[in-house]
Nanobody, 115 residues
Framework: VQVVESGGNLVQPGGSLRLSCAAS????????MSWYRQAPGKERELVAT????????NYADSVKGRFTISKDNAKITGYLQMNSLKSEDTAVYYC?????????WGQGTQVTVSS
């Protein structure tokens, strides 16, 4: 299973970005997905998650109302829409695909929020 994130960039405070997570190498139609982030000198933080069956979502308090996680099962691709970005959102963002009790991580994509 391969997981590849894209969409990271430099953006000004208040701006928006959409991260993508493309997964391949499996045939399961049901999979869960999560986004984590890690800022310099800080521990890795769970940002958002979407379940495999119901599609229910959960968010860290720090991003509620600003970030939206979604996935397209047909394309085996997930997304993290990030709005109203703040400097404290600066981090490397990682996508994790959950399949039958196994977790597959991507390599990460850098998001920098700065004026």
């Amino acid at each position: 299973v391969q997981v590849v994130e894209s969409g990271g960039n430099l953006v000004q405070p208040g701006g928006s970005l959409r991260l993508s997570c493309a997964a391949s190498g499996f045939t399961f139609s049901r999979y869960g997905m999560s986004w984590y982030r890690q800022a310099p000198g800080k521990e890795r933080e769970l940002v958002a998650t979407i379940s495999s069956y119901s599609g229910s979502t959960n968010y860290a308090d720090s991003v509620k109302g600003r970030f939206t996680i979604s996935k397209d099962n047909a394309k085996i691709t997930g997304y993290l829409q990030m709005n109203s970005l703040k400097s404290e959102d600066t981090a490397v963002y990682y996508c994790v695909v959950h399949i039958s009790g196994h977790d597959y991580w991507g390599q990460g994509t850098q998001v920098t929020v700065s004026s």
